[in-house]
């Protein structure tokens, strides 16, 4: 086995939309494939064997282990539980270099930019100018990191999410679909921002926010019920 030999974590569609996009970078858009997918683990045991995407479960999240020379990144997301990716590196206690980050040919990564190993960027995403995507983060299709933001390890943009210059994310938020942040505005660990809120101030630790402008919510608002992991 060789170091480019790469592990996915997950089953579920965020995994195999994963799996399916970097078909998609080596196919359609030619871009050479620098490590090979050797394997998915899922703690459903009863996948063990199975192909998903052509790429065989070959055992569960206890078993990294057992691939000591391979490269992992993690396909699971649940919006349930924003803290989910952090919770799920912290468990697995890999080596940092063993996390490796993927970036979509068809997103834009300026040169200054900062993307964590096991991050995620997707296509049509930006990443501008000295913004900073944290370890394990999730850049989804369209969404935007303008200069010198910092996205926290672990957050999650959904798609369409637009952050404006020097804002900051903390770790473990959740960035519901096509919601807007305003510069220099403080987003704390582990807060909720709902689908299409704007938000114009400071979010504590925690807290849930959607409307325009955004207010807090003592629930998720416009979020979906707990569910599978993705």
Not at 125 to 132: E, F, Q
Not at 151 to 156: A, E, L, M, N
Request: proline share 7%; glycine share 14%; net charge negative.
């Amino acid at each position: 086995m060789h170091q480019e030999d790469l592990i996915i974590l997950g089953t579920g569609g965020g995994a195999r939309e994963l799996l399916s996009l970097m078909a998609h970078a080596r196919g359609v858009c030619a871009e050479p494939a620098p490590r090979q997918t050797i394997g998915i683990l899922d703690d459903n045991k009863e996948l063990y064997g199975q192909d998903v995407c052509g790429v065989k479960v070959v055992g569960v999240l206890a078993d990294a282990g057992n691939f000591p020379n391979a490269c992992f990144i993690n396909g699971i997301a649940n919006s349930a539980n924003p803290r989910l990716r952090l919770e799920i590196a912290d468990r697995m206690r890999l080596p940092q270099e063993q996390w490796v980050s993927f970036i979509h040919p068809q997103a834009v990564v300026v040169d200054s930019a900062q993307i964590g190993p096991g991050a995620i960027v997707y296509p049509g995403a930006v990443v501008s100018s000295g913004a900073r995507l944290g370890s394990h983060g999730l850049a989804y299709y369209g969404s935007v990191v303008h200069h010198d933001t910092t996205v926290g390890d672990g957050s999650i943009l959904c798609a369409g999410v637009c952050i404006a210059g020097c804002a900051e994310i903390g770790q473990g938020c959740y960035l519901g679909i096509g919601c807007l942040v305003r510069d220099h505005v403080r987003i704390g660990d582990g807060a909720f921002v709902a689908m299409g809120a704007v938000v114009t101030e400071d979010v504590d630790p925690g807290q849930v926010v959607s409307g325009v402008p955004a207010r807090p919510h003592e629930q998720p608002a416009n979020s979906p019920p707990p569910r599978k992991n993705g």
